[in-house]
């Protein structure tokens, strides 16, 4: 297990807030994080922001390869020597949102898989920018802020329901793993993390939708919580015939008119936008 302390320390690294530095130093919680991504030979695995490259050496004990993406260049040293023994890790220095993730998979045949504990804050638009691309990704396994996670894994009908709940369950299956302490990070970051895993799925049940129209109705719903979706979504100027229209399509759907947009499945969003189309 690579001794994070000792290693700031050889190479005077100064941890920086604005990228969300806090390194993961429990080996037991790294397993664990690798365990929920089912890690094989078979595996490509994209790892993201590996800082000192602690889980990026576990990673690659179980993976066939390991792409490690680190934009902090001050850690690049020190990963190099962290990982020098490993000869199915490529580690590029660069920033995910920009690098060429299709040119570092190459012709990777087998499994594709994302597992990383992301800064805080860029991780939704990390998540989002997979979870839309068009690499077939298998899992994706991402440790984030537990709010972040609550958010993602949510069910219709709970308080952590939200948008960002059904962007997530358009494009995967997800579950929430495990919490994890404060106090298993150097740093000590302010608040509990979790790992949360996003399973690929097909997009079979919502191919007849435009997929813009699909989400300027999720957001448009979800824009202004405390009112009910014929007043959140039926005043949008962008919608033909307006609420007297959604209301008609609501009664048609069989659902009440008081209904709100967290109350409302994945499954009965794709049905409105259907009529609303």
Request: aromatic letters at 6%; proline letters at 4%; one cysteine or more.
């Amino acid at each position: 297990m690579i001794n994070t302390n000792e290693i700031l320390k050889k190479y005077d690294l100064k941890l920086t807030k604005t990228l969300g530095q806090n390194f993961l130093t429990d080996i037991n919680i790294i397993k664990k994080i690798v365990d929920a991504g089912e890690v094989n030979q078979e595996d490509l695995v994209l790892e993201i922001g590996p800082g000192i490259g602690a889980m990026t050496v576990e990673l690659a004990k179980r993976a066939g390869k390991v792409v490690a993406v680190e934009i902090d260049k001050h850690l690049i040293p020190a990963l190099e020597e962290n990982l020098a023994h490993l000869d199915n890790v490529n580690l590029v220095h660069g920033d995910i949102m920009k690098v060429d993730i299709h040119a570092l998979i190459g012709d990777w045949a087998g499994p594709k898989k994302v597992i990383s504990n992301l800064p805080y804050y860029i991780t939704t638009p990390i998540v989002m920018m997979l979870l839309e691309g068009d690499i077939n990704w298998d899992t994706l396994v991402f440790m984030v802020q537990k709010e972040v996670a609550l958010r993602m894994a949510a069910t219709p009908g709970s308080k952590d329901y939200s948008a960002l709940s059904v962007a997530v369950r358009y494009y995967s299956e997800p579950k929430m793993a495990f919490t994890v302490s404060k106090n298993c990070f150097i740093p000590k970051p302010d608040v509990d993390s979790a790992v949360v895993r996003l399973k690929k799925r097909e997009l079979d049940f919502v191919q007849d939708i435009p997929k813009e129209f699909f989400f300027q109705v999720v957001r448009a719903s979800f824009g202004q919580r405390r009112k009910t979706l014929l007043n959140a979504l039926g005043l949008q100027p962008w919608l033909n015939g307006g609420k007297e229209r959604l209301k008609e399509i609501l009664n048609k759907l069989g659902i009440k008119e008081t209904v709100r947009a967290e109350e409302l499945s994945l499954e009965t969003f794709a049905a409105l936008c259907r009529e609303l189309a």
